[in-house]
């Protein structure tokens, strides 16, 4: 007759190997812990190769290579214990993390050292490996796509009053724009658009500069985010 296993079954066994190690050697934890760092190394480099925003932060870096590292350990923890694991799980659950992330991709690179810290952590290094060279090359390969139509703000101030006459001359020198703000004082308007610069072409601003009616006219890189 089959002996029934039920859930209680099953944490009292791990109760009673809470202490027990759970067959990690000293061996496999360095390995995971090498394997862990040459990996995060890796996104370490792509990180930085492939960084198109403002300010390169270098300590967000070196947190993506110790973030691994850090997971690979919980990893290993937790997998040898169920009780272990449900207490982790409660005590990483309280975490909070307060610093705002100011480009979308960090986001992507952060849950790429996590998921190789728990790869590697649970040993499973193929997968970590081979996953992390093709997650390199995809970011490597979409951060380093040129567009051919590079989206720039141009931010014009003329005289209020003007708007019909302004207007007329942007549109006989840019084919294609959208107006992103407008801001209007008693003697002053400054309008921004969102245009495209064909292959860095930027002659047309010198062009739109021309009327007198315009007292300023500045072209800034313009990456997508705006706020009004």
Same mark, same amino acid.
């Given at each position: 007759?089959?002996?029934?296993?039920? /859930?209680?079954?099953?944490?009292?066994?791990?109760?009673?190997?809470? @202490?027990?190690?759970? #067959?990690?050697?000293?061996?496999?934890? #360095?390995?995971?812990?090498?394997?862990?760092?040459?990996?995060?190394?890796?996104?370490?480099?792509? /990180?930085?190769?492939?960084?198109?925003?403002?300010?390169?932060? @270098?300590?967000?870096?070196?947190?993506?290579? +110790?973030?691994?590292?850090?997971? %690979?350990?919980?990893? +290993?923890?937790?997998?040898?214990?169920?009780?272990?694991?449900?207490?982790?799980?409660?005590?990483?659950?309280?975490?909070?993390?307060?610093?705002?992330?100011?480009?979308?991709?960090?986001?992507?690179?952060?849950?790429?050292?996590?998921? =190789? !810290?728990? %790869?590697?952590? %649970? +040993?499973?290094?193929?997968?970590?490996?081979? #996953?992390?060279?093709?997650? !390199?090359?995809?970011?490597?390969?979409?951060?380093?796509?040129?567009?051919?139509?590079?989206?720039?703000?141009?931010?014009?101030?003329?005289?209020?009053?003007?708007?019909?006459?302004?207007?007329? @001359?942007?549109?006989?020198?840019?084919?294609? /724009?959208?107006?992103?703000?407008?801001? =209007?004082?008693?003697?002053?308007?400054?309008?921004?658009?969102?245009?495209?610069?064909?292959?860095?072409?930027?002659?047309?601003?010198?062009?739109?500069?021309?009327?007198? =009616?315009?007292?300023?006219?500045?072209?800034?890189?313009?990456? !997508?985010?705006?706020?009004?």
């Amino acid at each position: 007759m089959e002996e029934v296993v039920n /859930y209680n079954d099953i944490i009292k066994q791990s109760f009673l190997n809470m @202490h027990s190690s759970g #067959g990690i050697t000293i061996a496999d934890i #360095g390995a995971s812990l090498l394997v862990t760092f040459l990996i995060s190394l890796c996104i370490f480099w792509v /990180y930085k190769t492939t960084f198109k925003g403002v300010l390169y932060t @270098h300590s967000f870096n070196i947190s993506l290579v +110790m973030v691994s590292m850090v997971t %690979a350990l919980i990893i +290993m923890t937790i997998s040898t214990n169920l009780i272990l694991s449900l207490g982790m799980v409660g005590a990483l659950s309280i975490v909070r993390f307060r610093t705002a992330v100011k480009d979308p991709l960090d986001i992507v690179f952060m849950f790429w050292a996590i998921s =190789v !810290g728990i %790869a590697n952590g %649970a +040993m499973q290094f193929q997968l970590s490996i081979v #996953g992390s060279l093709f997650i !390199g090359v995809v970011l490597y390969m979409f951060t380093n796509i040129k567009l051919t139509n590079n989206p720039y703000l141009l931010v014009v101030n003329y005289k209020n009053g003007f708007d019909d006459e302004v207007m007329r @001359h942007i549109n006989s020198k840019v084919s294609k /724009y959208k107006i992103k703000s407008k801001t =209007v004082s008693s003697d002053n308007v400054e309008l921004t658009l969102e245009v495209r610069v064909l292959k860095g072409n930027t002659d047309f601003v010198n062009e739109i500069s021309d009327n007198e =009616v315009i007292s300023n006219i500045v072209l800034v890189s313009y990456d !997508g985010d705006y706020v009004s």
